[in-house]
């Protein structure tokens, strides 16, 4: 590994969209598309994608539709305009649609769908619901939930579905048990699944995302006072309403053994540890490290942070982006950071895929020949974790693009891109990284890390 240095940098500006770029009809139409030719590779006759507020964005990559408050369903047969069931509050949510205004997509009132003890008359059955869209004696149903399975970990993994019962029970009842299977990867797998590359259109969004996202880290990076209660702090990065892909978590000394909790109402405390996270659809943002300017803000057992734990950190990251390129295998990435940070306590995959949720899969594990791909967005979610360091991160979003995706995503959203290309040549002339040319840096705190969060402008780089 090349060594790391500690540097001073004004941290940078460099801006962001006013408003996300709207996906057309067009886009939702070639990702059906999509999905029935593989129905048609699979032998499937339908598609049933289930979504809620958690779960909700495989049903929102074929509809544009996201499930707010209730459930949804989706049911794609192989050729006619899909229907979407929508419990009561979801209906007037139905035109945020593009296929749905363009009436190629059918929606009905399902209230089962909808709250406890809120109207539920004047509805259809869902068997009947099921039965009249074709599903019934020869149907062959692929069902995508959020989940797929491995026979390592449970037999037949081909029929284990995460769909609630009453859903899969009346599948089975009208299709046969083994007429309904798990077709979840054909959206998240890593490899090929549908989310697993992005479109020009996916990546100018998550360039959004990460922009408004790493601002909102920065903005607290920035405002962070000792004395101030962590609810201060976080209202500092001035959210105005982007919806959530996960809790925004904020940790310090008061709640360190709960890793993912919130703020509580801490105060800030010199000498205290720090970690807090910020994701909108499409992008999360991580730092952590201590409330400190130096290392003599830190308990005695931890001032050697920098030399020991976190410029380590820093250096091994230095490597792993130099091998982030197309066509390196992810047993490579796994194996630069378990080779370089033995004892760190990296329990979780070394990066992984990101989408509008915040975590799709990851191409990068143990003996993984899952290639690096272009569409990819990379999470680069690195975690250490140390009883004595705590922890540190660069925790942002990559996207990898082939000269022909970027070409596109030059065409059709210029300022993005250019703000890209800005983000690479700070951390290339600047923090001193390898970047292969197709690493699009999506975050606007791109691989800047401060050691001590009280002396933000002092960031590690690497040795040139």
């Not at 003890?117 to 009947?128: I, K, N, S, T, V």
């Not at 904020?250 to 105060?267: H, Q, W, Y």
């Not at 400190?292 to 982006?321: H, I, Q, T």
């Not at 569409?375 to 975690?383: A, E, K, P």
Request: with cysteine; charged share 25%; net charge negative.
């Amino acid at each position: 590994m090349r060594n790391y240095r500690l540097i001073e940098i004004d941290w940078p500006e460099f801006g962001g969209a006013d408003a996300p770029p709207e996906f057309g009809v067009d886009e939702y139409r070639g990702r059906l598309a999509a999905a029935r030719e593989a129905m048609g590779e699979r032998g499937l006759t339908h598609l049933v994608v289930y979504g809620d507020r958690e779960h909700f964005a495989n049903i929102q990559y074929l509809t544009g539709f996201d499930p707010r408050f209730e459930e949804a369903l989706l049911i794609v047969q192989e050729e006619g305009v899909p229907l979407l069931l929508v419990g009561n509050e979801g209906e007037g949510y139905l035109p945020v649609s593009p296929l749905y205004v363009a009436g190629e997509l059918r929606a009905e009132r399902y209230p089962t769908f909808s709250l406890l003890d809120q109207p539920r008359r004047d509805a259809r059955l869902l068997r009947d619901i099921l039965a009249s869209e074709g599903i019934g004696d020869g149907a062959q149903v692929g069902c995508v939930g959020w989940k797929y399975y491995l026979e390592t970990e449970i037999p037949d993994s081909a029929f284990a579905l995460e769909l609630p019962s009453f859903i899969v029970d009346l599948l089975r009842s009208l299709a046969g048990h083994d007429g309904v299977e798990n077709s979840t990867d054909l959206f998240m797998h890593a490899d090929y699944g549908f989310r697993a590359k992005c479109s020009a259109t996916e990546l100018a969004y998550m360039e959004y995302a990460g922009a408004r996202a790493s601002e909102a880290m920065k903005l607290m990076l920035l405002g962070m006072r000792e004395g101030m209660r962590d609810f201060e702090l976080v209202a500092e990065m001035g959210y105005t309403g982007e919806p959530l892909n996960c809790h925004v978590t904020f940790g310090t000394d008061e709640n360190r053994a709960k890793s993912l909790s919130g703020p509580v109402g801490a105060i800030l405390r010199r000498g205290s540890v720090f970690s807090s996270n910020v994701a909108y659809f499409g992008s999360n943002v991580c730092r952590a490290g201590w409330i400190a300017e130096s290392a003599a803000d830190l308990p005695a057992n931890a001032r050697d942070y920098v030399e020991a734990f976190a410029g380590k950190y820093f250096a091994a990251m230095g490597e792993w982006f130099s091998l982030l390129e197309i066509d390196m295998p992810g047993d490579a990435l796994y194996r630069v950071i378990a080779d370089n940070l033995p004892g760190f306590g990296i329990t979780l995959n070394p990066g992984h895929l990101i989408h509008m949720d915040e975590w799709l899969s990851s191409p990068i594990f143990a003996g993984s020949s899952i290639e690096i791909q272009s569409g990819m967005v990379m999470q680069v979610d690195v975690i250490p974790a140390s009883p004595v360091y705590f922890s540190t991160r660069m925790e942002d979003g990559v996207a990898i693009a082939d000269r022909r995706l970027r070409a596109e995503m030059q065409a059709k959203y210029p300022q993005a891109y250019a703000r890209c290309q800005a983000r690479r040549r700070l951390m290339i002339d600047t923090l001193g990284f390898e970047l292969a040319e197709e690493v699009l840096p999506l975050s606007n705190i791109p691989a800047i890390v401060p050691p001590f969060l009280l002396n933000p402008r002092q960031v590690f780089a690497l040795e040139k």
